[in-house]
Nanobody
């Protein structure tokens, strides 16, 4: 089993930044692909960003390209999401996810393990 714990969410004004972290424990960290998804009230969970095990391949939703950056530190068993230029449409619960192979997929069903989520609220 793999356990994922997100942190770093909070309330920020539009135009601001936040950095989310996801701590991974349990089974060996690699070669897991990792991703961030988000879910706003009344909406389906949607893909945000994903990264391969070695960090050489990344994948982003069009809505966050150029604003968000996903990274990982395998030595620390952690994955991060740097979010800049936030706007109210980014308000959601953000979830960390892991899959049993390296490719940075963008679909919910590609991921085997999920964290509990961290709330991000962007005020206008």
């Amino acid at each position: 089993q793999v356990q994922l714990v997100e942190s770093g969410g909070g309330l920020v004004q539009a135009g601001g930044s936040l950095r989310l972290s996801c701590a991974v424990s349990g089974r060996t960290f690699g070669p897991y692909g990792m991703a961030w998804f988000r879910q706003a009230p009344g909406k389906e969970r949607e893909f945000v960003a994903a990264i391969s095990y070695g960090g050489y391949s990344t994948n982003y939703a069009d809505s966050v390209k150029g604003r968000f950056t996903i990274s990982r530190d395998n030595a620390k068993n952690a994955v991060y999401l740097q979010m800049n230029s936030l706007n109210p449409e980014d308000t959601a619960v953000y979830y960390c996810a892991a899959r049993g192979s390296s490719a940075p997929r963008s679909t919910v069903t590609s991921y085997d393990y999920w964290g509990q989520g961290t709330q991000v609220t962007v005020s206008s």
